[in-house]
């Protein structure tokens, strides 16, 4: 922890898009896969998406073909865009890296779909 800053959260509407931004160090960057989980009250967290050093991506069934995970490595950053967001969504969304996954953790970032 502390070496990675999450961005992006907020409130939506149903069928509404965010994007989440994950800053990393270079060192932290490079070195390792990176991940966004997320946990809604009262469950445990879970996978939504990671990307390992090479790019290869892997996503949770439940944000197939919704969500899109992304590094840029000028910016030592990961995205998550989220397209299509449903109220099930809703969550807090934690960035993660390391060499197997989860890893460390950000702080996390707050993600609401509501009408």
């Known amino acids: 922890q502390g070496q990675l800053v999450e961005s992006g959260g907020g409130l939506v509407q149903p069928g509404g898009s965010l994007r989440l931004s994950c800053a990393a160090s270079g060192s932290v960057f490079t070195k390792n896969a990176m991940g966004w989980y997320r946990q809604a009250p009262g469950k445990q967290r879970e996978l939504v998406a990671l990307?390992?050093?090479?790019?290869?991506?892997n996503y949770a069934d439940s944000v197939k073909g919704r969500f899109t995970i992304s590094r840029d490595n000028a910016k030592f950053t990961v995205y998550l865009q989220m397209n299509s967001l449903k109220p099930e969504d809703t969550a807090v969304y934690y960035c993660?890296?390391?060499?197997?996954?989860?890893?460390?953790w950000g702080q996390g970032t707050q993600v609401t779909v509501s009408s």
């Open positions: 993660t890296y390391g060499s197997v996954l989860p890893g460390y």
């Open positions: 990307i390992t050093r090479s790019g290869t991506t």
